[in-house]
């Protein structure tokens, strides 16, 4: 199950951001998977790695949506149950990558993607 995403309430990483957050920031979006999640704002995406057994370790990777170059979405086949999410960020060539099983839909979360990259 490992990489499994789901919604969660932007109400509550709204709060867990707002050391992190730009003055009139507000989360839009947020998916988490097991421990580390991912967060849409109206300004940037953020992908919020727990790290060490605790997970008090934390690393915040802000990503300006301008610097989404390109990306991708891989559905789920009938031997591979996850769909994978990759975005590719200007410099870099190995693409960011993020899994998701059935229960939340790649095509949701491509489209939120979409909508604030596409502007």
Known sequence: MLGNASKIDTNKIQAEFS?????????????????????????RLVLVDKQGITGSKVEYH???????????????????????LKIWISSTAAPIQ??????????????????????
Request: aromatic letters at 14%; charged letters at 25%.
């Open 19 to 43: 050391q992190i957050l730009a003055p009139g920031e507000k989360v839009e979006h947020a998916y988490q998977l097991i421990r580390d999640y991912f967060v849409f704002t109206e300004k």
């Open 62 to 84: 802000s990503i300006p949506y301008k610097s989404i170059t390109h990306f991708s979405i891989e559905t789920a086949g009938t031997f591979d149950l996850d769909a994978e």
């Open 98 to 119: 993020k899994q998701f099983n059935k229960k939340l839909s790649i095509y949701e979360v491509q489209s939120v993607l979409a909508s604030y990259v596409l502007r």
